[in-house]
């Protein structure tokens, strides 16, 4: 006799439990992300003692700022550059080239600083549109485009100055990379109006990535337990309270440091929360994939180019501005610290993989390091070597990574 056995009733369907990963798991996923900040505070740490507590004075400090803004402005389009698959070997040459062109307009001729300004930027996009033509629409390799561009501009910088230094600027063009936010709530030395955007900036933090943790477990996910995320938040909240006190003690924060935590934010949106963002990645992760998905490969490159070409514009002129004067060699060997920064920060050389804060991380780790051994009197030559196994370092740690997945 055979039985049947009726199946079970049907139930109402619940949504999927929320997946929970392991410590070990969670905490190799974002290795690199922690590794990261660990290195910068033991970095800035051991310099701290190495310079007998130099490193975190606030002059100091705020010199760090100001020495490494354009090298953080530029490493934000170089970001989305390597993520999409590609590499720009000549933004040192364009920073010193606009850096020329701007002398040339504020100085020999006289424009007003905020037209000429504007007119550089618009060369620089104008440059990053040219190269971008000749890579994403005739298919000619970045590397080689951009090494030709990093030739032609460096000649041009020098036929433009005539193989001369030009300056001074205009005083009010000099406040861009030299000038300090207004302070209204002055108490004595310290400026609390500085203070008071460091707190806010630290609180905007937590809640963002709160709000990102919230939103993960929402939807069926578990951001990594919640004493880790605790610790993340208050190290990365007290680092960014502790550093706007150093800078609210002297003078305040300056006015390049406001424009670049913009360019952070909008960047940050960018890659993470908007359409063009994530097809930047589907691009580096595999061309061929996002062309057949109907992402338009060309354009998406060219945009990248363009972008890269006006911030390396923003960047040469946030240079002149604080050495007050354009000279035939401004922006040699920018490239190299900025490529060193994406990378250190994160960003894979095969395209694809990359953050933001990730390559700020990555230019403060090489700022810091240029600054205290510099302090230390450790010559040029050993810094060199120094900065050139880091990088080594950095993109052998991402190799290594990927053979292991």
Request: hydrophobic residues 55%; proline residues 4%; contains cysteine.
């Amino acid at each position: 006799m055979i039985t049947t056995i009726a199946p079970p009733a049907s139930q109402p369907s619940s949504p999927p439990p929320a997946v929970t990963k392991p410590v070990s798991f969670s905490t190799k996923s974002n290795i690199r992300e922690y590794g990261l900040m660990i290195a910068l505070i033991v970095i800035m740490v051991l310099f701290q003692v190495l310079t007998d507590g130099t490193l975190f004075r606030p002059l100091n400090l705020t010199n760090l700022v100001l020495q490494n803004s354009y090298i953080v402005v530029m490493a934000l389009g170089m970001l989305l550059v390597i993520v999409a698959g590609h590499i720009d070997l000549s933004v040192g040459s364009i920073a010193g080239f606009i850096g020329a062109l701007a002398a040339v307009l504020m100085v020999t001729h006289g424009m007003n600083f905020i037209l000429a300004a504007i007119c550089c930027l618009i060369a620089g996009g104008i440059i990053g549109a040219a190269q971008g033509y000749w890579i994403a629409y005739l298919k000619i390799p970045s590397f080689i485009v951009t090494l030709a561009g990093m030739l032609v501009f460096r000649g041009m910088t020098l036929a433009l100055l005539g193989g001369e230094s030009v300056g001074p600027f205009p005083a009010r063009f000099q406040l861009l990379s030299s000038g300090f936010i207004p302070e209204f709530l002055r108490s004595g030395s310290f400026h609390i109006l500085s203070m008071l955007i460091g707190v806010c900036v630290a609180a905007s933090m937590f809640y963002t990535s709160l709000r990102r943790r919230l939103s993960r477990q929402k939807n069926g996910y578990q951001g990594g337990p919640l004493v880790v995320f605790i610790i993340e938040q208050a190290v990365v909240a007290g680092l960014v309270l502790y550093l706007s006190y150093l800078l609210s003690s002297y003078r305040g924060l300056p006015n390049v440091l406001i424009v670049m935590g913009a360019l952070i934010a909008f960047f940050n949106f960018l890659t993470v929360r908007t359409t063009i963002g994530r097809r930047i990645y589907a691009l580096g992760g595999n061309a061929k994939a996002a062309k057949l998905s109907g992402i338009n490969t060309e354009r998406l490159t060219f945009f990248t180019f363009i972008t890269m070409g006006a911030l390396a514009a923003l960047g040469g002129l946030i240079f002149v501005a604080r050495l007050n004067t354009a000279t035939p060699k401004g922006g040699v060997g920018f490239e190299l610290d900025v490529i060193a920064a994406v990378f250190i920060g994160g960003a894979s050389a095969s395209g694809g993989v990359g953050k933001v804060l990730g390559a700020v991380v990555g230019a403060f780790i090489m700022g810091v390091m240029n600054n205290g051994m510099s302090i230390m009197g450790v010559g040029i030559d050993w810094q060199q070597i120094i900065k050139g196994l880091v990088l080594l370092a950095a993109v052998v740690f991402d190799v290594y990574n990927k053979n292991k997945v």
